[in-house]
């Protein structure tokens, strides 16, 4: 998986590209889908973190654990959620040696551009979640969602450093499981300056029967929910996997 500039040296400006109280809502969602594990939740795992504009808002609700690939954008998340622990980590293969009551997976999960990718998250999520707990998956598309797209959005903060970007999403062949966002961002410095950044990205779109079957394959009952919104976009489709007690599966390998 490529290290792109903005999780990288520009992952400073993330907080102007994608603001902390847009994800108000989104992130009170997720808690109660994660509360609505067989037992009671108290540490969650979130994979796949970044700035940590998700757990900003979910903290008050869990002890959070946050595992991120990219050094920089846990730096930044760091900032905003010191009370959270932090660690280095891809979620394709990170094993942090405990389990928790839950694991949260946002749309990070979107670069795992392989089913084999896939598959290896899921697997994480699975590692390190206790039986009675709940595994949520929250991609941007599935096959059945996905449609070329494009949006153009930005924000400035109080000394004068303002983002503006444009992003667009499309799929050169429907046939495989990828497709492309195209980035561009105009960053503006406090002494004026302005430059230009084009970045590639390669997502995953997967049709909702194969999430279902990954999650299933990993150990986890699986399931597919709409999320709940009211902002101005289709809504997610969400999926929980939720780990069976110790006393169920020994019963259904009986």
Known sequence: MPKHQFYGELAEWWPLVSPVDEYTEEAGFFADLIRGAENPVNCVLELGSGGGHNAFHMKAYFKLTLVDISDEMLAVSSLLNPECEHSAGDMRSARLGRDFDAVFVHDAVDYMASADELSQVIETAFHHCRPGGIAVFA?????????????????????????????????????????????????????????????????????RERWLKFIAEAGFESEAITEVTTEDREPREVFVGRRPTRRYADRARA
Not at 174 to 185: C, H, K, M, N
């Open 139 to 207: 991609p941007d598309r599935t096959k059945e969602t996905f449609k070329e797209e494009h949006d153009c959005d930005g924000n400035d903060d109080d000394n004068g450093r303002g983002v503006r970007y444009l992003e667009w999403t499309w799929d050169p062949d429907p046939g495989d499981d990828w497709a492309l966002t195209e980035y561009s961002f105009l960053l503006r410095e406090t002494d004026g300056s302005v430059r230009a950044v084009h970045e590639t990205h390669r997502i995953g779109v997967f049709s």
